[in-house]
């Protein structure tokens, strides 16, 4: 058996190669990444999201749609934007590799604890948050089998998918539009992809 991996620190320099540069990932470097003053590094990225994940949530819980329907924008295009430089620019690291999956979680499952819930069915929700943990759990059985832990493109849809399903909701709630089961149907897609990317052991 391969023994497990030390534990990644935030503050070790080593940075591995991108395997695979996606599309959208120079879409994002030319159009958005370019402006990034060079000391910008892939994890500063996701610590931000981390750290600026809580302002949402009161946003969101207090029902200041009009700013948190932007920051939780913001906040989510982190998620894209911190994958996008470590690939483009090789900045690549352990550290990244485990918290930046997490750091989507972080955000996804508080808001639909406190938001999706009440305004979707609830076996979609549980679904969703059952999901997501369960991911959390096997990444840390798959790392303490030595195994590479990163997100996959499938887990990237997902993603991508819960945040477009909780925008639409969002909107939905803002606007008083009947979105809900637009909303709905976005997350059990993105349901089917989460079970795509635990059968590829993808976070």
């Given at each position: 058996m391969t023994a497990a991996k030390k534990f990644p620190s935030l503050f070790d320099g080593t940075y591995l190669p991108a395997q695979k540069v996606f599309f959208t990932d120079r879409i994002i470097a030319r159009v958005f990444l370019r402006f990034l003053p060079p000391q910008v590094v892939p994890n500063h990225i996701t610590l931000f999201r981390m750290l600026a994940t809580p302002f949402v949530l009161y946003l969101l819980i207090r029902k200041n749609y009009d700013i948190g329907i932007p920051f939780f924008l913001l906040v989510a295009f982190s998620d894209a934007a911190d994958g996008a430089l470590a690939?483009?620019?090789?900045?690549?690291?352990?550290?990244?590799?485990?918290?930046?999956?997490?750091?989507?979680?972080?955000?996804?499952?508080?808001?639909?604890?406190?938001?999706?819930?009440?305004?979707?069915?609830?076996?979609?929700?549980?679904?969703?948050?059952?999901?997501?943990?369960?991911?959390?759990?096997?990444?840390?059985?798959?790392?303490?089998?030595?195994?590479?832990?990163?997100s996959n493109i499938w887990g990237k849809i997902k993603m991508c998918l819960q945040v477009l399903g909780i925008t639409v909701?969002?909107?939905?709630?803002?606007?008083?539009?009947?979105?809900?089961?637009?909303?709905?149907?976005?997350?059990?897609?993105?349901?089917?992809?989460?079970?795509?990317?635990i059968v590829k052991h993808g976070v």
């Open positions: 690939r483009t620019r090789n900045k690549i690291t352990e550290w990244g590799m485990m918290f930046d999956p997490l750091a989507d979680k972080m955000l996804i499952i508080p808001v639909v604890i406190f938001l999706v819930i009440a305004h979707l069915p609830t076996w979609i929700a549980s679904t969703v948050i059952g999901i997501e943990i369960l991911i959390i759990v096997l990444a840390l059985f798959w790392r303490r089998q030595g195994r590479i832990v990163q909701l969002l909107f939905a709630l803002f606007f008083d539009l009947a979105l809900a089961p637009i909303a709905s149907g976005i997350f059990i897609i993105s349901i089917a992809c989460a079970l795509v990317s």
